[in-house]
């Protein structure tokens, strides 16, 4: 081997293993793909309750929950109970953070580090009024960092039969500790990025920059900030302007489904094997049913569509601006059918908001398809399963030699 080949394999091995800022990047990337990819069909089954059973979903078609009272649904207590405090709210809040904070920790410490990231999360649960999907993500690693750490200080000096009681005590006495550390510190600077969100939404609404806005709101949207964004500012400004005008395209900036659905189309066509699977069913939640959420996980896989969603979005407000585009009232949840049914009448606004919608996720598709590399990456990702279990095969069938 010449100098100049060995040089070029040191840079090459030094990209792949280095603690370049390239490198480090793609880590994170790849910790966050692997808290998010065991969960999601925890998100699609959310997804599915949500789009069926909250007020406006499929099985009430926009009423109040109530059922007759000789129907066999009256037994379970209407629709309604599934809906908000029943089942829809209590999964969003505290069962889907719960298992990325179980899966975070359990990447860093194994069992033990999914114990504890799960006591920790539930501690930043309570210290904020938003999905902890973020906090979870932060917390459940780190706590089972702090344990992995606290407990090496003492590995293998434990007297025999007293392991137990240690191992118990360390992990409730250290989770206790950061569960109240998440609610205190944690959450609160979550709710305080949920309202600097909404500030920057209103400053660009303003100040006539509404394609911009999607810089601020589909980034806020994957962290499950979309209902404090859009119920919180887009809502009440939208609602004044659409009582002068008769519609607003305040209405239409997050509840676009056309980005998310770029984006599954993509993960159908080019994703991971494991996101490939599940995208299917979520662009059907995603599109037909208006529950945005079941898409963010794949793009909290995958951080860097984030540029994806963003240029969708600019493109949906874009057209909108252009061509006087808006909607009556703001549509919940943002389904196709519901932008359809507020849409006010006229020729013209279904083809503005039609056009809306396609040309977001036709942009959203192309981005997001470039930066999985058109299938290249997802196949370098599903190899590294089949070539371990090959070598493994290999080296169990391979005779040592001396």
């Known amino acids: ?47 599915l309750i949500t789009a069926l059973f909250i007020e406006s979903g499929w099985l009430n078609l926009g009423g109040d929950g109530n059922v007759a009272p000789d129907s066999w649904i009256a037994s379970v207590g209407g629709w309604g109970d599934f809906a908000g405090a ?22 860093v410490y194994e069992t033990r580090g999914a114990v504890i990231g799960a006591v920790a999360t539930m501690g930043v649960i309570v210290g904020s009024d938003v999905p902890m999907f973020l906090g979870a993500m932060i917390i459940g690693p780190f706590a089972a960092w702090c344990l992995k750490r606290v407990e090496a200080t003492w590995q293998g000096k434990i007297k025999p039969g007293f392991e137990m009681l240690v191992d118990n005590f360390s992990l409730g ?19 305080r990025l949920v309202e600097w969100a909404g500030e920057g939404v209103d400053f660009l609404v303003e100040n006539s920059l ?6 601020v709101v ?29 519609k607003s395209l305040l209405f239409m900036i997050e509840s676009n489904p056309g980005p998310g659905l770029g984006i599954l189309v993509a993960f159908m066509l080019f994703g991971p094997r494991m996101l490939k699977a599940a995208a299917p069913g979520a662009g059907i ?5 208006g529950i945005h959420e079941v898409y963010f996980p794949f793009v909290l896989a995958k951080p860097k569509l984030i540029a994806a969603v963003i240029l969708g979005g600019m ?25 359809i049914a507020f849409t006010p009448p006229g020729v013209g606004n279904y083809v503005v908001m039609f056009a809306q919608v396609l040309l977001a996720a036709t942009v959203s598709f192309f981005v997001a398809s470039m930066l999985l590399g058109f299938g290249r990456e997802a196949r370098r990702e599903d190899a590294p399963e089949d070539d371990s279990s090959a070598e493994a095969t290999s080296k169990s069938t391979t005779p040592a030699t001396v």
Not at 20 to 34: E, K
Not at 233 to 244: M, N, R, S
Request: no cysteine.
């Open 86 to 107: 029943g089942i829809v709210g209590p999964m969003i809040t505290y069962l889907l953070p719960l298992l990325i904070g179980y899966m975070g920790g359990r990447l």
């Open 173 to 191: 006495i250290l989770g206790g500790l950061l569960a109240v550390l998440g609610k205190m510190i944690i959450g609160p600077i979550v709710s």
């Open 315 to 339: 493109t949906g407000v874009l057209v909108g601006v252009m061509f006087n585009g808006g909607l009556v009232a703001p549509p919940s949840p943002g389904s196709i059918f519901a932008w």
């Open 218 to 246: 589909e980034p806020a949207k994957i962290l499950f900030l979309n209902n404090a964004i859009n119920h919180g500012v887009f809502t009440p400004l939208g609602t004044a302007e659409a009582e002068d005008s008769g």
């Open 285 to 289: 939640i995603h599109f037909f049913g």
């Open 1 to 47: 081997m010449s100098f100049s080949d060995a040089q070029d394999k040191a840079r090459a091995n030094k990209n792949r293993t280095g603690a370049g800022i390239g490198t480090q990047v793609q880590r994170l990337g790849r910790f966050m793909s692997a808290m998010i990819m065991p969960n999601i069909g925890a998100f699609v089954a959310w997804g």
């Open 210 to 215: 509404l394609p911009l806005a999607s810089i």
